[in-house]
């Protein structure tokens, strides 16, 4: 195969299944122990992986009670692992909604310069309703505005990151000339949400911009990754909506006016690994028999913007009526239609349809030995579904060990997959360019 297929380390907690902390391959390290996210870091780096991301929620969810929570604030977490690796790239979610574009241009350039070109920042616009009192809010803005304000804020961070030239410093001793000041500029904008003059205090960074990531897959989510976004995570529950979704994107984005390769596409792939597929099987209903039925309902509820499902029978099977129409959900809309698509399509009973959502809140699972898991990687890079995939271990540190050292060498082994990085930066990683100044052309 003549592609080349990515892997990005998606950390969460002790596993991304719900119930993983309990089990005894979860880490027994608090999740404010900076130790914990160094060896994973470190782990995957050994496995070649692209990349690590760290996802971020702005309240402690319903949940907290019986799940693992608390984990540290990803941009100080990242400066923290730039330090302790080398080449694997480096991703940290950061909100439009509840941050400001100067600030949050300041902390992703410098950590772009501490880690030496390896960052990206995940764009993000908060859903979770209970973020907005956390930050003098009543509630949280509307869909369609919180992507209206994001737009607006992508555009002014770029302004502010193309506001020095690359060769602005001049740092000449002899001369006592440390900065030409022609070639960093004011950006004086004035837009619908935000007055900034600019222009940002610290050069360019190592690679122009840190790689924009992007996971929103509604409607206004996919407009918005076409225009801005260079790296996708994106969530199917099935192969088919995969690849739907990704010759949609990359059609977008060409309608864009950028290239298809511009826009990386990475679907979440949870898998339960064994040695066998029976004892792949096993170990996901071992971990579902885990689960509390409170926290699947909590989160259920979160997807649908706090519809409430408690009222439903746990063993009936269920219906599209059980459910809001997602076009009318203030929260999670796309994660809300794949989920009345599959109960459409299946029927699951509400318990089911909790220990499905269990696993990777939505993300393709998959249970059985590194063979089949590595088949289904090839599959669907083979059908388009997919250019690599978010890796999102159930049980960590555990089933991460078993990835990177049985499914990694047989995708080396088949050449779906690098043996060594090529490259020290994280857009050297995705196979994508460093943006030009358009203020400053070379």
């Given at each position: 195969m003549s592609r080349r297929i990515h892997l990005n380390l998606f950390t969460h907690?002790?596993?991304?299944?719900?119930?993983?902390?309990?089990?005894?391959?979860?880490?027994?390290?608090?999740?404010?122990?900076?130790?914990y996210f160094i060896d994973l870091?470190?782990?995957?780096?050994?496995?070649?992986?692209?990349?690590?991301?760290?996802?971020?929620?702005?309240?402690?969810?319903?949940?907290?009670?019986?799940?693992?929570?608390?984990?540290?604030?990803?941009?100080?977490?990242?400066?923290?692992?730039?330090?302790?690796?080398?080449?694997?790239?480096?991703?940290?979610t950061a909100s439009t909604t509840y941050t400001e574009p100067y600030n949050l241009a300041r902390q992703f350039a410098s950590l772009d310069h501490i880690s030496g070109g390896r960052v990206g920042w995940n764009i993000v616009t908060s859903w979770v309703g209970g973020a907005g009192p956390n930050f003098g809010y009543e509630r949280a803005p509307e869909?369609?505005?919180?992507?209206?304000?994001?737009?607006?804020?992508?555009?002014?961070?770029?302004?502010?990151?193309?506001?020095?030239?690359?060769?602005?410093?001049?740092?000449?001793?002899?001369?006592?000339?440390?900065?030409?000041?022609?070639?960093?500029?004011?950006?004086?904008?004035?837009?619908?949400?935000?007055?900034?003059?600019?222009?940002?205090?610290?050069?360019?960074?190592?690679q122009g911009?840190?790689?924009?990531?992007?996971?929103?897959?509604?409607?206004?989510?996919?407009?918005?990754?076409?225009?801005?976004?260079?790296?996708?995570?994106?969530?199917?529950?099935?192969?088919?909506?995969?690849?739907?979704?990704?010759?949609?994107l990359k059609q977008a984005a060409v309608a864009a006016g950028r290239r298809a390769g511009d826009v990386v596409i990475l679907p979440g792939l949870s898998a339960a690994i064994g040695s066998t597929d029976a004892q792949?099987?096993?170990?996901?209903?071992?971990?579902?028999?885990?689960t509390d039925i409170e926290v699947g309902l909590s989160r259920l509820s979160n997807r649908f913007g706090g519809h409430d499902f408690s009222t439903l029978a746990l063993d009936q099977p269920l219906s599209r009526d059980d459910f809001p129409d997602p076009s009318t959900v203030q929260a999670a809309q796309s994660r809300a239609a794949a989920i009345t698509e599959l109960v459409g399509r299946e029927r699951p009973t509400l318990r089911n349809l909790l220990r499905q959502l269990a696993g990777a809140r939505g993300h393709f699972t998959l249970a059985g030995s590194p063979e089949r898991v590595a088949d289904t990687i090839e599959d669907w890079i083979e059908s388009r579904a997919a250019d690599?995939?978010?890796?999102?271990?159930?049980?960590?540190?555990?089933?991460?060990?078993?990835?990177?050292?049985?499914?990694?060498?047989?995708?080396?082994?088949?050449?779906?997959f690098r043996r060594?990085?090529?490259?020290?930066?994280?857009?050297?990683?995705?196979?994508?360019?460093?943006?030009?100044n358009p203020h400053f052309p070379a």
């Open positions: 907690g002790r596993g991304h299944h719900e119930a993983g902390w309990r089990h005894p391959g979860a880490t027994r390290k608090a999740l404010t122990d900076i130790n870091a470190k782990r995957a780096e050994a496995g070649r992986f692209d990349s690590i991301f760290f996802a971020d929620a702005l309240e402690l969810g319903d949940g907290a009670r019986y799940v693992a929570s608390g984990a540290l604030e990803p941009i100080t977490t990242l400066a923290a692992l730039a330090r302790e690796t080398s080449r694997i790239g480096l991703i940290a869909h369609s505005e919180r992507y209206a304000r994001a737009d607006e804020f992508v555009q002014v961070v770029k302004a502010l990151w193309d506001s020095w030239a690359d060769d602005a410093i001049i740092d000449d001793v002899e001369s006592g000339r440390f900065l030409d000041r022609e070639r960093v500029r004011r950006i004086d904008w004035k837009g619908q949400f935000y007055r900034v003059a600019g222009p940002l205090n610290l050069p360019r960074s190592p911009w840190p790689v924009l990531v992007q996971a929103g897959s509604s409607a206004t989510g996919k407009a918005f990754a076409a225009r801005h976004a260079e790296a996708v995570f994106t969530a199917h529950l099935t192969k088919e909506s995969a690849v739907d979704f990704y010759a949609e792949g099987q096993a170990l996901l209903e071992e971990l579902n028999g885990l690599g995939f978010n890796v999102m271990p159930p049980i960590l540190p555990a089933q991460l060990d078993i990835f990177v050292d049985h499914v990694v060498p047989i995708l080396q082994k088949r050449g779906l060594d990085y090529d490259a020290d930066t994280l857009r050297g990683h995705y196979g994508l360019t460093r943006p030009a």
